[in-house]
C-alpha cells in the first residue's frame, strides 16, 4: 500500500512538475498552479489544522487565482501590497514580480513562522524563496533552495525534492 501510495505521489507531482503550456496564458497559469497544488499537497506545517491560507502576490504572471475556487488543497488570498504578507496570516506565500530583495525582507520579517515560500521571479534560486518556478520555451520547471525550505520549518516530502529541477539534471 505504501509503495502505491508512493507511486501516485511521484505520478502526481511528475505531471504537474512537467506541466506544459501550449499558447494562453490561461494554460500558462493553470500549469503553475498544478505545480503549486502539488508542493503545498505534500507539505506538512507543525501545529496547522485544516487547509494552509496561500497568499499570493497580485503581481503574479503564471498563477490564476481564479482558479482556486472550490480548492480542497489550501485557501487563497490575494495580496496586493507586498506589506500585506506581513499580517495576513499566510502559511506559504506566492510571489509575482517581487525582487529577490523584497522576497528576502518580507521572509526574514516573518522568521519564526512557519511559512512556506514559492516565486516565479528567481531563476537562480540561491535566496529569497523555498522553490523557484522557473519556464524554459513552454515547459515549467521548479527549483528548490534548501536553506530557505530548512528555515521555512515546513516539511515537505522527499519525492517532491526528488522532482526539483536539480534533482533530475
Not at 501590497?81 to 514580480?97: H, K, M, T, V, W
Not at 531563476?123 to 519556464?135: H, L, T
Request: glycine share 6%; net charge negative; charged share 20%.
Amino acid at each position: 500500500m505504501k509503495l502505491i501510495s508512493r507511486s501516485l505521489i511521484l505520478i502526481y507531482i511528475f505531471l504537474s512538475h512537467y506541466a506544459l503550456s501550449m499558447t494562453g496564458d490561461g494554460e500558462t497559469q493553470v500549469s503553475t498552479n498544478k505545480i503549486v497544488e502539488g508542493i503545498l499537497s505534500f507539505s506538512y506545517w507543525p501545529n496547522l489544522e485544516g487547509q494552509p491560507l496561500l497568499c499570493v502576490s497580485q503581481q503574479a504572471n503564471y498563477f490564476n487565482m481564479a482558479k482556486t475556487a472550490g480548492n480542497q488543497i489550501y485557501k487563497m488570498v490575494a495580496i496586493s501590497d507586498p506589506a500585506e504578507f506581513l499580517s495576513a496570516g499566510c502559511n506559504a506565500i506566492y510571489f509575482g514580480r517581487e525582487s529577490v530583495k523584497e522576497q528576502d525582507y518580507i521572509i526574514h520579517s516573518l522568521s519564526g513562522r512557519n511559512i512556506l515560500t514559492i516565486t516565479e521571479n528567481n531563476a537562480d534560486c540561491v535566496a529569497g524563496a523555498s522553490f523557484c518556478i522557473n519556464r524554459r520555451q513552454h515547459i515549467f520547471k521548479f527549483s528548490v533552495n534548501l536553506d530557505s525550505l530548512t528555515r521555512s520549518g515546513v516539511r515537505v516530502n522527499a519525492d517532491v525534492l526528488l522532482l526539483s529541477k536539480d534533482g533530475d539534471e
